[in-house]
């Protein structure tokens, strides 16, 4: 096993736990190594910090996997990893779909594990985990027994380390339309061409909390998706319900997951550009009693950070603008680099310029299945807030 021996001054990230090292922090490289391969990190005057893996292609060169000298990277080691992550998931009550690996806050670097009843879906977006894909494989059928695992390494990220992009089943080929229940109500999940893993559970909790408000409402929802907050509403007792998307196949699947709910008769959805119709919709005086706005991720790299904010203000402006005095408005933002403070920021920003008085209902994370790390911010990414807008 190589050795790799970090810069005199090790990192603060390092130091207080979060796993990634980069290329420029290494100081040396004792023994050869090829992408994937299992090494010691160790400081530079030779304190073992952990074992895990490099991908020397990688500007994250390695990952660590553990930080205990005596725990070796092996079957069963990815056997312990998964077991005691779903004993954590049904510890805090989250079972028949879950986040089962969220990457680095379950300390499985670059993994991700979605499990949709008895269907799993994962990720292995870095080389040196895509070499245990089997074993996790392995793994998850003698833990769970399931009927399906399904890869979705789609991802353009996976070219960084060196990896092709590909789908498919990695246990025998089934139906790729599942059907998952989430706070009683039933939602079609497409595994194979949906998005991400197919179906966003980070906002599993975050559904629920719209329920006191879509009471006698008429809602607008944008950035729908497979209509999930919106077909929330409808069963929470909204009076009408109007979800809008991008895509003419997530409209096509929402309008679908309304007719299984038997909310067909009070949601509509309609493909359109959200940035369009909200600007427009604000000129025709357009009023609702509750906005909801749960767009994409705005940005991935540090550069663009100030023109996702811009994004964020101008499309909560937007949705603002259309909210009833006295009715709400609940907005989320998935983007990473955007921290909780400076969303609550870009929101007070936007108020100032919709000339709007704000009421902080709720402000929330994502659902607990995605673990938050101290010391690992990246694991700290989903924004939930809901304010009445005055
Ligand atoms: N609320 C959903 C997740 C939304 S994901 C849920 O909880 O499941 C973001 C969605 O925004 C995607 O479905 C994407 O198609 C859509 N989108 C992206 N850009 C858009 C635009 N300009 N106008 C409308 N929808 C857009």
Not at 96 to 112: S, T
Not at 255 to 280: P, Y
Not at 369 to 389: A, C, M, R, S
């Amino acid at each position: 096993m190589a050795n790799v021996i970090l810069q005199k001054k090790i990192s603060q990230r390092v130091a207080n736990g979060h796993p990634w090292i980069f290329s420029n922090e290494i100081d040396r490289i004792e023994g050869d190594t090829k992408p994937g391969d299992i090494i010691e990190a160790y400081t530079f005057d030779k304190k073992f910090i952990g074992r895990g893996y490099i991908n020397p292609k990688s500007q994250i060169t390695v990952r660590l996997l553990t930080r205990d000298k005596n725990e070796p990277i092996n079957e069963q080691f990815i056997f312990n990893r998964i077991q005691s992550a779903w004993d954590y998931r049904k510890k805090i009550g989250y079972t028949e779909n879950c986040r089962l690996i969220f990457g680095e806050a379950d300390f499985m670097p670059a993994l991700i594990i979605d499990k949709f009843n008895d269907y799993f879906v994962l990720q292995t977006l870095s080389y040196g985990m895509e070499v245990w894909k089997s074993t996790i494989v392995k793994a998850l059928q003698s833990i769970f027994n399931p009927k399906g695992i399904y890869e979705r390494n789609d991802v353009p990220v996976r070219e960084l380390e060196g990896l092709e992009q590909k789908k498919g089943w990695l246990t025998e080929p089934l139906d790729t339309n599942i059907l998952i229940t989430e706070n009683g109500l039933r939602f079609y999940v497409d595994i194979e061409n949906g998005q991400k893993t197919g179906y966003f559970l980070d906002q599993q909790d975050n559904r629920r909390a719209i329920k006191h408000i879509s009471k006698g409402a008429d809602v607008l929802g944008v950035f729908t998706y497979t209509g999930t907050f919106e077909i929330h509403a409808a069963h929470f007792g909204a009076k009408s319900v109007l979800g809008l998307d991008i895509s003419e196949n997530a409209v096509l699947q929402a309008t679908k997951n309304a007719e299984l709910n038997g909310v067909s008769s009070i949601c509509r959805f309609e493909a359109v550009n959200a940035f369009d119709v909200l600007k427009q919709w604000g000129k025709d005086g357009r009023q609702y009693d509750v906005v909801m706005l749960d767009p994409p991720a705005f940005t991935k790299s540090r550069e663009n950070i100030d023109k996702a904010v811009t994004g964020y203000k101008e499309i909560n402006l937007r949705g603002m603008k259309l909210v009833k005095p006295g009715g709400f408005l609940v907005t989320s933002s998935c983007t990473n680099l955007v921290s909780p403070e400076l969303f609550l920021d870009t929101i007070k920003m936007a108020a100032i310029d919709a000339r709007r008085k704000l009421r902080q209902v709720t402000f929330k994370a994502q659902a607990s299945d995605h673990p938050i790390i101290w010391g690992i911010e990246n694991t700290n990414y989903l924004k939930f807030l809901i304010v009445q807008v005055l």
